[in-house]
């Protein structure tokens, strides 16, 4: 591992000015990809600044909204009696990663920001235009069964890990921040994240030193009848193959609206418009729900190895919306 300053801070103001002024630094909260990363080699900044004494930590409701401090963990937000009763499909998705240990320390500003899990990635020694942009992608000519087949470019197919962002995608969130020159946004869910084209190593629309405050997500008749359905290698500890992130407004037998999110099968949290206007005003079947996955990956590309995700996901989605509808 490289040396490195640890920058311990009591502000974010001065937080944020801590890192806006060294090129080379990066906020620290858990930690739990950012050192991974460290050790690696993948990423070495030359200095850590500590946010975990500054950021609110908090779960609150104001004016109708939940929102949710950036400091927030896993495990806290996960267990929280507003997300569980209002948002099930985000307590599900949370508790679907990682495990219990690292649930306990990763935040949630930490876990929108988590980096892929591509093996070319994470190999210094192989080509990766996410790591170095413009040095070519290993994984377009080698093995890419864990691969994205939704939201691709000639440049990276790095699938995004998380599966609390699936879940925040189809939620609306909106990401809230702060800039270096004291400036504060309100960032579409669906607009933080960015897909790859020809950048891939510009992940999220976040300047240096913009750091995200925390959360806000608008409770709903949709986000109260949620579910998170992850499909994955082995039942713990493991990435998703394909995952969904369903909501159902169903007035008799006919879906009045829909919120659909995809996971492990896109460069970037996956929301699907298409699978939503194929199941809104249409009645609850099966044959609604395989037509609205078929939409959904109406515009995959597959590559040799991972072409079964375009079924699975499939799949992974009709059965997430046949769980959900037994449940309600």
């Known amino acids: 591992m490289h040396p490195f300053q640890f920058v311990e801070s009591q502000t974010v103001e001065g937080a944020i000015h801590a890192v806006a002024a060294d090129p080379q630094a990066v906020f620290f909260a858990g930690g739990t990809t950012l050192v991974d990363l460290m050790k690696l080699d993948v990423m070495t900044p030359g200095a850590l600044v500590d946010v975990n004494r500054t950021l609110p930590n908090a779960i609150v409701e104001s004016g109708g909204t939940i929102q949710i401090g950036a400091n927030v963990r896993n495990s806290d937000l996960a267990e929280h009696g507003l997300i ?19 649930r306990n320390m990763a935040s949630t500003g930490g876990n929108i920001l988590q980096r892929t899990r591509c093996p070319y990635f994470r190999e210094v020694h192989a080509a990766c235009n996410k790591r170095v942009c413009g040095s070519g992608c290993d994984a377009m000519k080698g093995f890419h069964r864990s691969h994205a087949v939704l939201g691709t470019s000639e440049c990276c197919i790095a699938t995004h890990p998380s599966d609390m962002c699936v879940a925040l995608a189809m939620l609306d969130a909106v990401v809230s921040t702060q800039k270096a020159n004291g400036d504060t946004r309100r960032i579409p869910f669906n607009e933080f994240h960015l897909l790859p084209g020809e950048t891939p190593d510009r992940e999220t629309v976040l300047e240096h030193g913009e750091i995200i405050l925390g959360i806000e997500i608008e409770p709903s008749r949709l986000s109260r009848q949620s579910h998170y359905l992850k499909v994955r290698d082995r039942a713990s500890y493991e990435f998703a193959l394909a995952s969904a992130a369903v909501a159902l407004d169903v007035d008799g037998d006919t879906i009045r609206a829909a919120r659909i999110g995809l996971g492990g099968v896109a460069t970037k949290p996956w929301r699907s418009p298409e699978a939503e206007a194929a199941l809104t005003g249409k009645p609850v079947a099966k044959d609604t729900f395989r037509a609205a996955a078929e939409a959904a990956f109406a515009a995959a590309k597959p590559r040799r190895d991972n072409a079964f995700k375009i079924e699975l996901g499939k799949r992974t989605l009709v059965r997430a919306l046949e769980e959900l509808w037994q449940r309600h």
């Open 84 to 102: 569980r009763e209002r948002f099930p499909v985000l307590s599900e998705a949370v508790l679907a990663g990682a495990s219990a240990q690292l």
